[in-house]
């Protein structure tokens, strides 16, 4: 399947011919993969990934981030090739600030490592901050249990959202936090991107989390991997509680559903 789409549109995000090889070429475990996100203008993309454990969603992140860099093909974030200076932040699911700083200092340490001047990267720091939710907690050590782990993840997001607010990668963030708080920051992560209009790439298991967050979803299959689904969300771009119980939104859970089930049986 080809991620591909001919339009006037900026790429933001491209794959290209991607694969991986960690025995020298004798096997692959990514092959062929092609992935393209556009930058819709005042709106921004969230894309979901799914696919079955070990099929390549979180090495795709990882790509971006720059964090890993694939055996062949080219990654590029707005037709330049990914770089140590050119390149997206990551929010993980094992919590990632840093435990002896605070949470301001935390959010603010991508704009640190820009030469940022303290009061500018702190005022900027404090509107994500507030944006988040944690205003009154600034001055807190970023650690558990001084925090919980909502609050922990909150932090991560504001930290890559002032560091870089074009691009939002996301690696099951929410899959080690209760169903309250999970349920909390699925709405907290809409309200930011309706606000923001960033780039979202976010990797769940979660289906019926996948359809309330993502504008479009694409499937992996494995071994080797690449994509093969591709589905549009055509739910309201406004979304809350109720949408879930809305008839599209139980259909798009069940097609999704189906989908994956199919993709399953390609191994």
């Not at 933001?12 to 062929?32: F, P």
């Not at 390549?56 to 790509?63: A, C, E, F, Q």
């Not at 991107?193 to 289906?207: A, C, G, L, S, Y």
């Not at 991997?225 to 591709?230: A, D, G, L, T």
Request: with cysteine; net charge negative; proline share 4%.
């Amino acid at each position: 399947m080809q991620n591909f789409t001919d339009t006037n549109l900026q790429n933001i995000i491209e794959l290209r011919n991607i694969g991986q090889s960690y025995d020298g070429g004798q096997n692959w475990i990514i092959k062929g993969l092609d992935f393209l996100i556009e930058d819709k203008p005042n709106q921004g993309q969230f894309v979901v990934i799914l696919g079955m454990s070990g099929c390549g969603k979180s090495t795709i992140l990882r790509y971006i981030a720059g964090l890993q860099q694939p055996t062949e093909g080219e990654v590029k974030i707005k037709d330049t090739l990914i770089s140590d200076k050119h390149r997206a932040s990551m929010v993980f699911q094992k919590y990632s600030s840093l435990p002896w700083m605070s949470v301001l200092d935390n959010v603010a340490l991508g704009l640190q490592f820009q030469n940022v001047s303290k009061q500018e990267r702190h005022e900027k720091a404090m509107e994500l901050i507030e944006m988040v939710g944690l205003a009154g907690h600034e001055h807190k050590y970023a650690q558990y249990p001084t925090l919980s782990g909502g609050q922990l993840q909150r932090v991560a997001i504001a930290r890559s959202l002032l560091a870089n607010p074009e691009i939002l990668l996301m690696d099951e963030p929410f899959g080690a936090l209760d169903i309250n708080t999970r349920l909390q920051m699925q709405d907290l992560l809409t309200s930011i991107w309706r606000k923001f209009h960033p780039t979202i790439i976010f990797v769940t298991h979660d289906i019926p989390e996948a359809v309330y967050l993502a504008d479009d979803i694409y499937i992996m299959k494995s071994a080797p991997s690449k994509f093969v689904e591709h589905i549009h969300v055509d739910l309201p771009l406004k979304r809350d509680r109720f949408t879930k119980r809305d008839p599209r939104f139980i259909e798009l859970v069940h097609q999704v559903e189906d989908k994956m089930l199919s993709v399953a049986e390609l191994g």
